[in-house]
């Protein structure tokens, strides 16, 4: 597999929409309410659209009235990455792609207490929807 992380920032500039591309490469937020997933209620996966690495099941998904996808968990905590976050004066910690680096949004302790407690708070444009596929 290619050494996604090291990869020219030409190489993603090609491959992302502009606001993909300020969403997970240069650590960008989308405006609450506006992302094409926020309110996404199908069943399915959840992969980084930067790389396709699967990141989080519709399973865990929640609604947190914040305006972007929430989560409990992602589907394998391997997948991604937390790094401190201390920008815009606020202590956060940021959730990245560990595939390819990509900036996919913040993780929190205010989610559904009877799962993990956590909301990993995610932008649409980080994400590419894979829908299930129903076994007939």
């Known amino acids: ?7 020219p920032e030409s190489y993603w500039k090609e491959r992302l929409t502009p606001e993909q591309y300020k969403v997970c ?23 980084c659209v930067a790389c396709g690495q699967t990141l989080f099941s519709s399973d865990t998904k ?37 595939n390819c680096g990509s900036h996919l949004g913040h993780l929190f302790n205010d989610g559904p207490r009877e799962t993990t407690g956590m909301r990993y708070c995610i932008n649409s444009a980080a994400l590419q929807f894979q829908p299930q596929e ?3």
């Open 1 to 7: 597999m290619n050494d996604l992380r090291n990869q």
């Open 25 to 47: 490469r240069q650590k960008g937020t989308e405006r609450a309410f506006t992302g094409a997933l926020y309110n996404n209620h199908e069943k399915g996966m959840y992969t």
């Open 62 to 98: 929640f609604e947190s009235g914040t305006g972007w996808p929430s989560f409990d968990d992602p589907i394998n905590r391997e997948h991604v990455e937390l790094h401190e976050d201390n920008s815009f004066f606020m202590k956060r910690t940021e959730v990245l792609c560990k």
């Open 134 to 136: 129903d076994n007939k």
